[in-house]
């Protein structure tokens, strides 16, 4: 980690989101052969990794990423260094599912210690319901195992706040002209900026530090090259807080899988509030009869002329 440089934006969270996960898929003579050399006993392909939310670059706030795979895996520990426009990802092969280590490390700027997240290895069809299970044994073979992100970087210092910020733009805005660059690093959380705002950052102070602009200065290259903020497919903006309006073949994450969480979320929770209407009623109704037991006991007590229990 590198030393801190000047001082810290005071009252902002800025966040951004990733995705990361494994993609499997068994191996097939027609869909995916074995490739030469592979043990006799793997039967399937698989990938993990660290990208962007619709595939933006990442590595200008994430410097490399360390995958530790299982000990019986040669080379277990892998470290990949940020390419940009890339993501962070091993290939490999095997016949078993594990948990994988993965350790987030940031760019100098951000002066952040690196952060770990965990991720299970999945092969084969999974789900909370066998129709779940089905749907995934349908799609292909492949078993997609993603999780999306937001990765929270709590009052940046200010090098590293004029990185994440310098770039993105309103929709609305006008593309710039002007000097273009790039940049070069915290723990995760989650919710995202509406689509039409560069989602920068989060401020807990009256006057919010507001990012983005059409000039951006490349402090460590070409000062004099211009570039063109462009979207991704999704229309999501580089170096934003965006997400996707809505899904795409092989981007599951987007405002329209946010409002289908959101109404299984609601759904449960009605569900939930039955079960403890219900259950109230049965404890208010075994207290009633409680009561009422006792009040006979008390009764045929007397009535034999003995003492009542309690």
């Known amino acids: 980690m590198a030393p801190p440089t000047g001082k810290r934006v005071k009252g902002v969270q800025i966040f951004r989101p990733f995705v990361y996960g494994t993609t499997a898929k068994p191996f097939d003579e027609k869909t995916n052969p074995k490739p030469p050399g592979v043990p006799d006993d793997h039967t399937h392909s698989w990938t993990v990794f660290v990208k962007g939310i619709d595939d ?3 590595t200008y706030w994430l410097r490399r990423v360390q995958f530790k795979l299982h000990e019986s ?9 940020g390419e ?18 993965i350790k987030l490390y940031y760019v100098p700027e951000s002066a952040e210690k690196p952060q770990t997240l965990y991720h299970h290895l999945r092969l084969h069809p999974y789900g909370r319901t066998e129709a779940e299970k089905e749907t995934m044994r349908l799609a292909g073979g492949e078993i997609i195992s993603w999780a999306y992100e937001e990765q929270i970087f709590n009052e940046p210092y200010e090098p590293f706040y004029e990185m994440l910020t310098s770039g993105a733009m309103p929709p609305a ?3 710039p002209h002007g000097p273009g660059g790039v940049g070069g690093g ?17 401020s807990n102070s009256k006057s919010s530090i507001s990012g983005g602009g059409g000039k951006v200065k490349d402090k460590d290259k070409d000062k004099d090259k211009e570039v063109q903020m462009i979207r991704s497919e999704g229309g ?13 073949p092989g981007q599951p994450f987007s405002r329209e899988t946010e409002q289908v969480e959101i109404k299984k979320l609601q759904e449960a929770m009605v569900k939930v509030e039955e079960m403890v209407k219900k259950s109230k009623e ?4 075994k207290e009633a009869r409680l009561k009422e037991l006792k009040a006979e ?3 045929a007590a007397a009535a034999a002329g003995a003492p009542a229990g309690k």
């Open 56 to 58: 933006v670059d990442i």
């Open 236 to 248: 999501v903006l580089e170096r934003s807080a965006m997400i996707p309006l809505v899904n795409r």
């Open 73 to 81: 895996i040669p080379n277990h520990v892998r470290m990949i260094e």
């Open 173 to 175: 805005h006008p593309l």
């Open 297 to 299: 006991a008390a009764a």
């Open 84 to 101: 940009k426009g890339k993501p962070f990802e091993v290939h490999e092969t095997g016949w078993g599912e594990f948990e994988i280590a």
């Open 282 to 285: 049965e404890v208010q109704r």
């Open 186 to 202: 915290g723990a995760a959380s989650s919710a995202a900026s509406t689509p039409t705002q560069p989602g920068h950052h989060k």
